[in-house]
């Protein structure tokens, strides 16, 4: 798949958009690890989440879309950081993903990342495209662990 022309950067009009999937991929893919319900279901909310995205937030400036009619899947890269990359659950395992990421790598000279510890289909999604585990690990927000990913050879294998 090469769907590098669906990929364009986020506008204010995609806040509503990008939200909706971070939102759903927080639930649906984190919230079974830590079940708590205050956060996943309160304090994470669409709309709190959309107002993140201003015009020339640090959030949208940062923030790319795969947009081919829909919104299906973003990316946000900091510098040689990929900060957030998630698919709408119904069209994930169509390769959406994986050119978000190869163009973070190629476009952007990104190369590494956070993921939760537990994600294994997370883990084993980048471990597929040249990523390995650093063996650096942190604790964000005193109750996540999160393990460090880098990009091991050259954009060749994204």
């Given at each position: ?10 506008t ?10 971070t ?57 040689s ?19 978000l990421?190869?163009?973070a ?8 990342l ?13 471990k ?31």
């Amino acid at each position: 798949m090469n769907d590098k022309k669906h990929i364009r950067p986020a506008t204010p009009e995609d806040a509503g958009r990008i939200a909706e999937i971070t939102v759903t991929n927080y639930r649906v893919n984190f919230y079974k690890f830590f079940k708590n319900d205050e956060f996943y279901f309160g304090e994470l909310n669409v709309l709190d989440t959309a107002a993140e995205y201003t015009e020339n937030s640090q959030e949208l400036l940062e923030t790319y879309v795969y947009d081919d009619g829909i919104i299906k899947g973003i990316i946000r890269i900091n510098g040689s950081e990929i900060v957030k990359l998630y698919v709408e659950p119904q069209f994930q395992s169509l390769g959406i993903g994986a050119e978000l990421l190869r163009y973070a790598v190629n476009e952007h000279s990104a190369s590494w990342l956070w993921a939760l510890e537990y994600n294994e289909r997370g883990i084993a999604f980048y471990k597929r495209h040249g990523f390995e585990l650093t063996g650096e690990k942190m604790i964000e927000d005193e109750w996540v662990p999160l393990v460090k990913m880098a990009l091991t050879d050259t954009k060749e294998q994204i």
